[in-house]
Structure formats: C-alpha cells, structure tokens
C-alpha cells in the first residue's frame, strides 16, 4: 500500500476544469478514491446503448494490459517519453471508462514527476486493473447485446 | 448530412465519437495524422476532429500541413485531447485550432455545440 500511496500523491491545482469522475484534486489524504464510476458507464450507455458501453469496457480490459506491457518494456529501455506516452493514452480511456484509480495513476506517470518510481507505479496499474475488471463485473454484467 | 473526419490513434475513442456523432453526420475515421491528410481531398469533410497526442505526426504537425493547403486553409480543425492543464486551451487556439475539446467526453453537447457552431460559421 506503501506505493499506493505515493502513487497518488500528487496536487494538480493547476488543472482548468474537472469531470465529475476527475480524481486529480486528491492526495494521499483523500484515499478515497473509487475503484469504478458508475456514472462514467451509464454515460457509454447515453452515447450508444448497452451495445457500446460492452465494446468499449471490452476493449479497454483488453487494450490496457498491453499498454502497461509495452510500457514495461520501454521503462527496460530507458524510454520514459514512450512510458508517458503510454500514460497519456491510458489516462484518456481509463477516464472514459470509469476507472478512477487507472486514470489518476496515469496522470501522475504522465507528469513525470521525478519523486515517481515507475516501476511500482506500473505495478500499481496492474492492480488497479484487476480490481476495475472485478467492480465492473459486479456492478455492471455484461448484457446480452445482439 | 455533414461530414466529419476523426483523426483520432485510440480506437475507443474513435467508436465513441462515432456512436456520439454518427447519427447527425457522416464520420470517416483515420489513426493517424499521415492517412487523415491522405484522405483530405477525397473526403472533403466539413470539419475535422483531430487528437494531439498522435504517433509519429503529431496533432499540432497535422494542422500545420491543412492549413498550408489552400483548399483546407479554413476548414475548421477541433483540436481534441486529454491535454487538460489551465495553458493548454489558449496553447491550442493559438497553434490554429478553431476549438479544444477535452478528453473524456463527459458532456457530449458541449463537443455537438462546438460542432454546430463552426458550421455554422462556415455557412455565414
């Protein structure tokens, strides 16, 4: 939990504007952040039905560990522009899709900030992940789509 | 119906601009910066949705190369990214873009407002 917590450490009072899923005003001394937002899969559900919000979640549990992945390995190589990268993508889809957690560590790796050790960070993803990938099961089942 | 060209790497994000904006326009899609200016001219959308963060070609290169062509000088260009900070919107405007969306999409009338208004400005 250690790294958990500087994960999220991190003040961005320099951001314009937040989304109601927006984690990026807490620190380690608001852990509170949630595993999943539901608001953020009934909004998929807004823009395309059940239909979108199943290919989208689908995609994301499927794009997201190959990012980390090629992450890892670029971290191996001494890129860190391509672990920001990485980062970056990761930070757009995991806000899209309601996982807090994903997203506010992908802010922190994106910002570079040196007191960051990516290492544990993109262990933290991982974890951070799989615990998305059990609440969105739970409190979202896939539906039978045609 | 309009035509909307969405230059956009992150394939979620390309199915739900699609799902968004699909019903009112015609939307092409392209990965990258490269294709999308490819397909310009056989295209001929009347604005462009256009990420940032692209491989290789980045958005700002991307928009740099439409408005060098005299056909596409003022096609209007959304500049559309996750980059969120309190400098990016004016660092955007300034570049040449018409207008900044952010990622994610959390209020989609603010995207189909920004649409409709620069075609409508077109239109004038």
């Not at chain 1, 997201?64 to 990761?90: C, F, K, N, S």
Request: hydrophobic content about 45%.
């Amino acid at each position: 939990m250690q790294s958990v917590a500087r994960v999220l450490s991190i003040d961005y009072s320099s951001c314009v504007t937040r989304s109601p899923h927006d984690t990026s005003h807490m620190t380690m001394n608001t852990p509170e952040i949630a595993v999943g937002d539901p608001d953020a899969l009934r909004r998929l559900e807004r823009f395309g039905g059940l239909k979108l919000r199943e290919e989208l979640t689908t995609l994301f549990l499927k794009e997201a560990p190959a990012r980390i992945a090629t992450a890892r390995i670029a971290l191996a190589g001494g890129d860190i522009e391509a672990v920001r990268a990485m980062a970056h993508m990761l930070k757009s889809s995991a806000g899209q899709m309601g996982a807090p957690r994903v997203e506010h560590i992908c802010v922190r790796l994106e910002s570079a900030d040196p007191s960051l050790e990516i290492a544990p960070a993109l262990l933290e993803l991982d974890e951070e992940l799989a615990r998305y990938r059990a609440w969105l099961e739970n409190a979202f089942p896939s539906p039978d789509v045609p | 119906m309009k035509r909307i060209m969405i230059i956009e790497d992150n394939v979620d994000n390309r199915l739900l601009l699609g799902a968004i904006l699909g019903d009112a326009y015609t939307v092409t899609e392209h990965a990258n910066g490269p294709d999308g200016l490819a397909a310009l001219a056989a295209e001929r959308p009347e604005i462009v949705l256009l990420d940032i963060s692209l491989p290789g070609m980045d958005g700002v290169e991307v928009l740099r190369h439409i408005r060098a062509d005299p056909m596409f000088r003022h096609l209007p260009v959304i500049a559309f990214t996750a980059h969120a900070m309190s400098s990016d919107r004016a660092k955007y405007l300034a570049h040449g873009f018409d207008d900044y969306i952010t990622k994610p999409i959390v209020d989609e009338t603010i995207l189909l407002g920004s649409i409709s208004k620069l075609l409508d400005r077109v239109a004038a």
